[in-house]
């Protein structure tokens, strides 16, 4: 298997990953893990329609843990959107090693209080020692909008902010 990026984004498929991180990447899947997206027919059908083309899974994260083991996905070079960073965590926990995890899109859930991280990353109270298991598990956590972007260091930036 090789998945080359892990890239948790609640936005999940949009022009950012299907124009600049696909082709970037060399990634010919994308594999979408939610266990709620993973239930929602709708979102089933119209995530692969918003991957132009490129081949799209929309898994929970126990069918992505499981997929990734099969003899499929070792012949491809898989880029995974996680929706929220209990997902990321969940399946770095199983064993998935990617070779960079990336903080992307996380925009402000209702009803809840976050902290504005960048222009387009909000985290609550409650999901940064999430992002710091992560990194404590030896993943070099970045935040990086677009491949061409510089890197910015995900905790750093949680503990500029007050958060961990």
């Known amino acids: 298997m090789s998945v080359l990026h892990l890239r948790i984004d609640n936005r999940l498929i949009h022009g950012q990953v299907t124009t600049k991180w696909v082709g970037n990447l060399g990634a010919d899947h994308i594999v979408v893990t939610n266990d709620e997206v993973s239930e929602d027919p709708i979102q089933k059908t119209m995530l692969p ?9 929309v898994l929970s994260v126990k069918d992505t843990i499981n997929y990734l083991e099969s003899e499929d996905a070792e012949k491809e070079n898989i880029l995974i959107i ?3 960073p209990e997902d990321a965590l969940d399946l770095l926990k199983s064993g998935v090693e990617p070779e960079e995890v990336n903080v992307g899109n996380q925009a402000p859930i209702a009803g809840t209080d976050p902290v504005k991280i960048t222009k387009s990353i909000a985290v609550t109270k409650e999901q940064a020692p999430i992002y710091k298991k992560i990194s404590d598990m030896g993943f070099d956590l970045k935040s990086r909008m677009l491949p061409s972007d510089k890197a910015i260091d995900f905790i750093k930036k949680l503990n500029n902010k007050g958060l961990l």
């Open 49 to 57: 329609q918003a991957a132009r083309g490129v081949k799209t899974s």
């Open 82 to 84: 996680a929706k929220f």
